[in-house]
């Protein structure tokens, strides 16, 4: 199961959105990212939005079943005699934490990172996923059931 950490974050990213704060983040608090989750097959998918952050700084880490994705999107530098018109787009830190329950396999997660959107691909564990077991009986022989 894939959950997500930190309420806080979230209400932070509301009053953002809401009140139209653009504060950059920083390492020490990040704001967080977009995001999608969803489960296909025996896998989750789980999509960030990260536009106009280069590959390089994206950063992905997994510790004790706590998947951590942080990326930097730095202001332009600006040559002189340039003035800035218009700076609507986030910038800094972003950062976002997901608890991996027990039932996924966090040594086989894949990433992808096309158009802006880094894309996760998180398989389910092997003992998590649905198996046949065989019943004794000493009457009639054996017969299978699923679990």
């Known amino acids: 199961m894939l959950m997500r950490t930190d309420p806080f974050r979230e209400l932070d990213r509301f009053a953002q959105q809401f009140f139209g704060n653009q504060t950059p983040g920083t390492w020490s608090r990040p704001t967080p ?6 489960r296909q097959d025996d896998q989750y998918v789980v999509s960030f939005d990260l536009p106009g952050i280069t590959p390089d700084a994206i950063d992905l880490d997994v510790e004790r079943n706590v998947l951590t994705v942080k990326a930097e999107r730095r202001p332009l530098e600006l040559g002189e005699g340039v003035e800035m018109q218009v700076s609507e787009r986030p910038l800094g830190v972003f950062s ?3 608890f991996l329950g027990d039932t996924l396999d966090a040594d086989r997660i894949e990433a992808s990172y096309e158009a802006g959107v880094l894309t996760l691909k998180i398989p389910v564990a092997e003992q998590a996923k649905p198996r046949k077991i065989a019943i004794a009986n000493t009457d009639s022989g054996q017969r299978q059931i699923d679990a």
């Open 96 to 98: 976002r934490q997901l």
């Open 33 to 38: 990212m977009p995001m999608d989750a969803y």
